[in-house]
């Protein structure tokens, strides 16, 4: 007995094909005490290494809209977030410091349009 060859079935949809390279993260700078953003942070990872409260003033003139800063905590202070000139708002549900763990990790995204910057992750 051989069946034979059946209709072939109905072709799905192409998916979305990517425009860019992606966003991979990388390594920009150690931190360990107070500091501003610079441009040579944006879409990169910033390690902040203190065993105390360390504070990063987001400035507008350091980013382009759309950009994004990743930070990551390995010591067992914690991060806080300041307006700085041009950031009309930080956007976090009140959530301005990174938790006081080793490994919490958060990022900052910044919209030009309106000088907002939103900050998501490990915060408290």
Request: negative net charge.
């Amino acid at each position: 007995y051989h069946p034979g060859a059946g209709p072939t079935g109905l072709q799905g949809t192409a998916g979305v094909s990517g425009a860019g390279t992606g966003l991979v993260p990388k390594y920009a700078t150690d931190q360990s005490a107070n500091f501003n953003t610079d441009s040579g942070m944006m879409d990169h990872w910033v390690k902040v290494n203190s065993s105390s409260l360390v504070t990063c003033t987001l400035r507008a003139a350091d980013f382009s809209d759309g950009q994004l800063v990743q930070f990551i905590v390995v010591g067992a202070g914690m991060l806080t977030f300041a307006m700085g000139t041009g950031i009309s708002a930080i956007v976090t549900s009140s959530l301005t410091s990174t938790t006081n763990r080793t490994g919490a990790v958060c990022s900052v995204l910044y919209e030009a349009a309106t000088g907002t910057i939103y900050l998501f992750g490990d915060l408290v």
